[in-house]
């Protein structure tokens, strides 16, 4: 099965890698122009996506409906990161897919590493991390196994796992959310003007100017990329310091060490 997801950080795009080469496919980036051609060739298709405060990410709520004609009459099973609890992850992009014509075969809920790094207690020991990527992998060759008989786990698409994504997170956080859609925090003096936030940022929300960084409102999808890969760890969101820069490459590169 061929897939479609957006990563910030690189867990779900792992994730939807190791998912489709297992299923015979491949993955690609909803931020790739070749994301369209597979959309559109495919019956088939699973949709990768991670969870920011157990909603769906501004630019994987914007792909669908940009292109909501391409998934009528699709089948689609859902894969959703998480850093610990999302509810109806999955949920959430099957409601929107179905007002569009697209039928839902199932949905995966995958617990990752969290990729807040600017926030103290969402830390955790790197063994803690390795030990919760292995978990995960495992769901994934299971799920895979299941999928080529045609059994889909039904993960996050049931209604009281909507009642646990609204009132565990989303009603609380709904705010909090779009708020911080606004108040990226970039150092100058840190900000050495390189350039990379600018050119990894999904929703071209970071221009340089003046030889600094300069964050624009509107588009942020909160994705925490820049934060995560600003080699002068000069850009937080959450918190005042960039304590851990958490990219799955990082993890992966710790996990060959062993």
């Known amino acids: 099965m061929n897939g479609i997801y957006f990563s910030g950080n690189g867990n779900t795009k792992h994730c939807m890698e190791l998912f489709t080469e297992a299923t015979?496919?491949?993955a690609v980036s909803i931020e790739s122009p070749d994301a369209l051609d597979v959309l559109k060739s495919e019956t088939e298709i699973a949709l990768g996506y991670p969870?920011?405060?157990s909603n769906i990410p501004v630019i994987v709520k914007k792909f669908i409906q940009n292109n909501a004609s391409l998934?009528?009459?699709?089948?689609?099973?859902?894969?959703v990161t998480m850093g610990l609890f999302s509810g109806d992850g999955a949920g959430l992009g099957a409601r929107?897919?179905?007002?569009?014509?697209?039928?839902?075969?199932?949905?995966?809920?995958?617990?990752m590493p969290d990729a807040i790094g600017d926030v103290k207690m969402?830390?955790?020991?790197?063994?803690?991390?390795?030990?919760?990527?292995?978990?995960?992998?495992?769901k994934i060759t299971q799920t895979a196994s299941l999928a080529k008989t045609g059994v889909y786990p039904k993960d996050g698409l049931f209604f009281w796992n909507r009642l646990a994504g609204l009132f565990g997170q989303r009603l609380w956080f709904i705010p909090t959310a779009n708020k911080l859609r606004t108040k990226l925090h970039i150092n100058t003096e840190k900000c050495t003007?390189?350039?990379?936030c600018a050119a990894?940022?999904?929703?071209?929300?970071?221009?340089?100017?003046?030889?600094?960084a300069v964050f624009s409102v509107g588009?942020?999808?909160?994705?925490?990329?820049?934060?995560?890969?600003?080699p002068a760890k000069a850009i937080t969101l959450l918190g005042k310091e960039v304590l851990e820069q958490c990219r799955f490459e990082l993890y992966q590169k710790k996990m060959q060490a062993m």
Request: with cysteine; charged share 20%; aromatic share 6%.
């Open 51 to 53: 969870t920011h405060y």
């Open 71 to 79: 998934f009528k009459g699709k089948k689609v099973f859902i894969i």
């Open 96 to 111: 929107l897919l179905k007002k569009y014509g697209a039928q839902i075969l199932g949905g995966l809920h995958l617990r």
């Open 193 to 196: 003007g390189c350039g990379k």
């Open 122 to 138: 969402l830390k955790k020991a790197a063994n803690e991390n390795i030990n919760i990527i292995k978990a995960a992998e495992s």
């Open 219 to 230: 588009n942020c999808t909160i994705c925490y990329r820049c934060v995560n890969s600003c």
């Open 200 to 212: 990894d940022c999904p929703t071209g929300s970071i221009t340089i100017q003046g030889g600094k």
């Open 24 to 26: 015979g496919g491949k």
